[in-house]
């Protein structure tokens, strides 16, 4: 594994520095003579027998002068220090010949990744521990136990490295441990700042560090405050990490797991991939668990629209509903929801504050009595439960099939693709539920790739992807809008930004969507900018209409948190689009500046 596969990883995406001169490691290395465990790992590592410690030997005396020595070259002297530093295993403090940029509220790393090819060409995601052991050849190992409110979401395989990533869904937080065979090589260390503290540790016997932060970005500084920290350690031949990131801008989200939680995670790791933790009922993501526990058959999709995925059940205790919640292209949160219940009736919709409810009767093959189809209402209370994710919908269908009631929310499909659902797909895939097979083909997104090269062709020109992008991010899939095309980059942390680059031929751009989603953005709202010899444009927010406007009016920032950067290259038009936290301009812009 290369440094620059390594580096592709959610865990050790941080700028390459060097070490600053006022940096004092002497608390790390202090922490490390007191423990009993370094000493042992440095008797391993030297043919000379252990000394009896009930016989104090002349070669003892000498070697504990020679180490007390040694601490006080480190401790008093600028040489000792720079070479203090290099004993640390793990994690390396460097520092930037840049000037740090201004500190942002929601950091959000940026990666060096490699050119896309497809969608799972290298990483593979499961959602079974099973799965995960079947595609590598050392033994798995997951945690024992979960801190509350966590549960396991998938299992990543990178080669030989797996990433085990769990989830709180109340507020947010993410919890990974990763491991990776060495085959007898020094494990890479990650780079972290200047003024990252390292502390050294234990986990039982085996030699540890911990540390909290991470980047800004590339060039910016370290935060130890950023909700992320890390723990590494090696046994055997197998190198771990835990991480734990706390998302910055969900209110529940308040305290990050502390050292000693991580400590006692990594001291209780097992090879039992069958042990089930006890589940959330507002968090399944197995159906036949949630259908057990919902007492009645759950009706499902017999085929889902393209690029939509089950992400979990939701067994609503308070109103007897079951929601199934799907997420489109590996996005963060859900954003279709199928309701259904066998005992209530359907839900009474009213309006919302912002629009006028339209409710109209529409055919569903296969249904029974009238279906209907409403827009411009309130979601029902406590639907979905969770964190009320069933507010992005914005249409709904109810329809009833043998006593079942079943109603459908979907977020609407914006014109220049991507997420959301027509009216038309929307009574196809509830006819899909009902067991319809002459649905499926309108639900079929034909335009949509997951493989670069089948895009290309299929274009017939080449389509470019930055090379950088937020830490969590990965290619997904590429749509071809008539003569452009949108690639969308997913982010696996909660309320992590998802990219789209849209690339239109500057030749009728008035019919492409780079013209579509820029031209009614009013002039005093853009900001001049260049990148490198090109000049570009960004724009921060989007239009919106709040409770006591009538009309839409410019929101900065909007509550999708839009920003946009749009530049000319060549023949070609770009439009980079940014939704969700832990982006600025400027780390837009360095993302826009790796499109070549």
């Not at 009922?281 to 259908?291: K, R, Y």
Request: proline share 6%; glycine share 6%; with cysteine.
């Amino acid at each position: 594994m290369t440094d620059e596969q390594f580096k592709k990883t959610l865990l050790r995406e941080l700028a390459e520095e060097s070490i600053p001169d006022n940096y004092d490691p002497w608390p790390v290395l202090q922490a490390r003579i007191n423990r009993e465990g370094l000493y042992k790992t440095i008797q391993q590592k030297h043919t000379t027998k252990s000394v009896n410690a009930r016989s104090f030997k002349p070669v003892t005396a000498i070697i504990i002068i020679l180490i007390m020595a040694f601490g006080l070259f480190l401790f008093a002297n600028p040489q000792g220090n720079a070479l203090a530093q290099a004993i640390l295993r793990y994690f390396i403090p460097t520092h930037s010949a840049e000037e740090p940029v201004p500190a942002i509220s929601t950091p959000i790393p940026l990666i060096e990744i490699t050119p896309i090819m497809h969608a799972s060409d290298v990483i593979v995601n499961n959602s079974k521990l099973e799965e995960v052991q079947r595609k590598i050849n050392y033994p798995l190992m997951q945690l024992s136990f979960l801190p509350q409110g966590y549960h396991f979401e998938f299992g990543q395989v990178e080669g030989e490295r797996v990433t085990l990533f769990y989830k709180n869904d109340v507020d947010g937080a993410s919890l990974w441990l990763e491991q990776l065979p060495l085959h007898g090589a020094e494990p890479e260390p990650m780079s972290v700042g200047p003024t990252a503290a390292v502390e050294s540790t234990q986990v039982e016997n085996d030699y540890a560090e911990y540390i909290k932060g991470s980047y800004f970005g590339d060039q910016g500084k370290w935060n130890a405050d950023s909700g992320a920290s890390f723990l590494r350690w090696q046994h055997d031949d197998m190198l771990y990490t835990i991480s734990s990131v706390l998302n910055s801008t969900s209110a529940a989200s308040k305290a990050d797991l502390s050292k000693e939680i991580l400590l006692t995670l990594a001291e209780n790791l097992t090879e039992d991939t069958t042990i089930k933790f006890s589940f959330d009922p507002s968090h399944i993501n197995d159906l036949v668990v949630a259908e057990k526990l919902a007492g009645f058959n759950l009706l499902v999709p017999k085929v889902l629209p393209q690029g939509y995925q089950f992400d979990f059940a939701t067994i609503e205790e308070s109103t007897g509903f079951v929601c199934l919640q799907y997420a489109y292209n590996g996005a963060s949160y859900p954003s279709l929801f199928i309701r259904q219940s066998a005992e209530m009736p359907l839900s009474t919709l009213h309006a919302d504050s912002k629009n006028i409810l339209e409710i109209s009767t529409v055919k569903v093959a296969g249904s029974e009595g009238e279906s209907k189809y409403a827009i411009g209402f309130r979601s029902p209370e406590k639907a979905c439960d969770l964190q009320n994710n069933i507010f992005r919908a914005g249409q709904a269908l109810f329809w009833k099939k043998s006593g079942m009631s079943l109603e459908m929310y979907a977020e609407f499909r914006p014109p220049e693709g991507g997420a959301g659902l027509s009216k038309e797909q929307m009574i196809a895939l509830a006819e899909s539920i009902l067991g319809s097979s002459s649905s499926s083909q309108a639900l079929l997104d034909m335009n949509s790739y997951s493989s670069l090269d089948e895009a290309e062709l299929a274009a017939g020109y080449s389509i470019q992807a930055p090379t950088k992008l937020p830490l969590g991010s990965k290619f997904n899939s590429i749509h071809l809008l008539g003569n452009s095309s949108m690639s969308l980059f997913t982010n696996s942390q909660f309320g992590g930004p998802n990219i789209k680059l849209y690339q239109c031929p500057s030749i009728n751009l008035t019919d492409s969507p780079c013209h579509a989603l820029t031209e009614k953005i009013p002039e005093n709202i853009k900001i001049q900018m260049t990148m490198g010899d090109l000049k570009a444009v960004y724009i921060n927010g989007d239009f919106g209409m709040d409770a006591n406007e009538s009309d839409p009016s410019w929101h900065e920032p909007d509550p999708s948190q839009t920003q946009r950067i749009y530049w000319r290259s060549g023949d070609w038009n770009y439009l980079l689009v940014s939704t969700g936290n832990g982006i600025n301009q400027q780390l837009l812009a360095e993302i826009a500046d790796t499109v070549r």
